[in-house]
């Protein structure tokens, strides 16, 4: 079974940080690009990060630059999504995703609140 499996998400603080894990499994893993995905309440879905399938070439929207860093662990079939300096506008559903958004995780939230 091709499955994406998030998990990190949580309630936190302005200024503060998460890991957001992506458990990948049933393809190959270590070939694909992959990519995060987020849904603020009531909105659209928002591209944030990207990255290749080796890990040396990463992309993210402006809005995150400089705050999150997208990594992967191909061994163990593991994306990541590191997150400092949180914003109350960074709440939000987080999907990780292939590439080309072929597959989808269920998502898990993320509430930046005081």
């Known amino acids: 079974e091709v499955q994406l499996v998030e998990s990190g998400g949580g309630l936190v603080q302005p200024g503060g940080s998460l890991r957001l894990s992506c458990a990948a499994s049933g393809f190959p893993f270590s070939t694909y690009g992959m990519s995060w995905v987020r849904q603020a309440p009531g909105k659209g879905l928002e591209w944030v990060s990207g990255?290749?399938?080796?890990?040396?070439?990463?992309s993210y929207t402006d809005s995150v630059k400089g705050r999150f860093t997208i990594s992967r662990d191909n061994a163990n079939n593991d994306l990541y999504l590191q997150m400092n300096s949180l914003k109350p506008e960074d709440t939000a559903v987080y999907y990780c995703?292939?590439?080309?958004?072929?597959?989808w995780g269920q998502g898990t939230l993320v509430t930046v609140s005081s």
């Open positions: 995703a292939t590439w080309s958004l072929e597959v």
């Open positions: 990255i290749n399938s080796g890990g040396s070439s990463t």
